[in-house]
């Protein structure tokens, strides 16, 4: 079993701040990537930010130069550091890891999301 505990979130106001973590544990044999998804109510679920395994991040366009990825902890561990928010950026946000469990087995794990509001 693996596990994401994610926390974070909650409300700011248009050009403010948020940072959200995510830490993974249970059984992980090695990790590929860890990501950053947000759903705003009503639209398809979008990939926001990676880190792969090596330490590479990428971001989506929309939140590129504002939004940093980063391994603050250890491999398992990463966070999402959010300025000069937007009332766009409004989402349910999901962590997400890519890992193997043993040598041949990989999955998809996800956190239970947390709310981010960015409103006046």
Known sequence: QVQLVESGGGLVQPGGSLSLSCAASGNIFSIVAMNWYRQAPGKERELVATIT??????????????????EPYAKSTVS????????????????????YSSPHQWGDYWGQ????????
């Open 53 to 70: 395994a090596g330490g590479s991040t990428n971001y989506a366009d929309s939140v590129k130069g504002r939004f940093t990825m980063s």
């Open 80 to 99: 999402l550091q959010m300025n000069s928010l937007k009332p766009e950026d409004t989402a349910v946000y999901y962590c997400n890891l890519r890992a």
């Open 113 to 120: 999301g947390t709310q981010v509001t960015v409103s006046q």
